[in-house]
Nanobody, 117 residues
Framework: QLQLVESGGGLVQPGESLRLSCVAS????????MGWYRQAPGKEGELVAR???????NYADSVKGRFTISRDNAKNTVYLQMNSLKPEDTAVYYC???????????WGQGTQVTVSS
């Protein structure tokens, strides 16, 4: 069965960078479309970025040019490189198959990203 373990979050100042990782198991990772999602307190969950099995990517307008999603199929891992972080990027970040809906179905524990001076 699907298991997802996210890591790499933390507390950073505006303008700094973080790299999130998500290791997946229980699926044939290489054929799956994967996404990074986030949910801030009091807000709806949103898709931040997604990557197809062929490596093509798509980003939310709010992170375009700052975030980069990538994958390593040999390691069953999807990454999210986050540069030029802003306070509005503060949220719990999750990975999952794409498409998925936060709070529906299985989700990992997520990783907290806090951007604050």
């Amino acid at each position: 069965q699907l298991q997802l373990v996210e890591s790499g979050g933390g507390l950073v100042q505006p303008g700094e960078s973080l790299r999130l990782s998500c290791v997946a198991s229980g699926i044939i990772f290489s054929i799956e479309r994967m996404g990074w999602y986030r949910q801030a307190p009091g807000k709806e969950g949103e898709l931040v970025a997604r990557i197809s099995s062929d490596g093509s990517t798509n980003y939310a307008d709010s992170v375009k040019g700052r975030f980069t999603i990538s994958r390593d199929n040999a390691k069953n891992t999807v990454y999210l490189q986050m540069n030029s972080l802003k306070p509005e990027d503060t949220a719990v970040y999750y990975c999952n198959r794409y498409p998925s809906i936060i709070n529906l179905g299985y989700w990992g524990q997520g990783t907290q990203v806090t951007v604050s001076s």
